[in-house]
């Protein structure tokens, strides 16, 4: 098995599809786009655009930006702000953490077992969210 072990290994240009589960709102959303993971001498910036389709509305361009930082055998994800958001292990099939965004928390999933296709699952539960989101990464 072919596993991802270095922050290297995620740099370039990805396909994501991305499915949303939004138990509260009781629709399901879905959304396609690229991530561009480039170096910036301190590990990745990640760059998302997507489009998103959600039910009874026009479809919207959505943007995201994370920095990603190697921390020994694991990759820290901030917030583009500098400000910790999770971690995940690397050389693993699978990794996993936990992100407490009170009232709300946010578990994740990563999948590296078809490398180098891999996926991540937030399961968001709180008072004010209840949602899955799925995301499925391939290289263009």
């Not at 959304?31 to 009874?56: K, M, Q």
């Not at 943007?63 to 930082?69: A, K, N, P, S």
């Not at 009232?103 to 994740?108: I, L, N, T, V």
């Not at 296709?117 to 290289?139: A, C, F, N, Q």
Request: with cysteine; aromatic share 12%; glycine share 8%.
């Amino acid at each position: 098995m072919i596993l991802p072990g270095k922050i290297s290994d995620f740099a370039g240009e990805w396909i994501l599809f991305r499915t949303i589960r939004d138990a509260k709102a009781g629709q399901v959303v879905e959304a396609d786009g690229t991530a561009h993971l480039r170096p910036d001498g301190n590990g990745l910036i990640y760059d998302e655009e997507v489009i998103l389709r959600i039910p009874g509305q026009k479809e919207m361009k959505g943007t995201r930006r994370y920095l990603w930082r190697a921390i020994g055998d694991n990759i820290e994800i901030q917030f583009d702000d500098g400000r910790y958001f999770h971690s995940l292990n690397l050389g693993l099939p699978n990794a996993s953490d936990h992100h407490d965004c009170p009232p709300d928390s946010y578990d994740a999933a990563y999948d590296f077992s078809a490398w180098p296709v891999w996926s991540v699952r937030w399961i968001v539960s709180g008072p004010r969210k209840s949602y899955e989101m799925d995301t499925k990464y391939r290289l263009r």
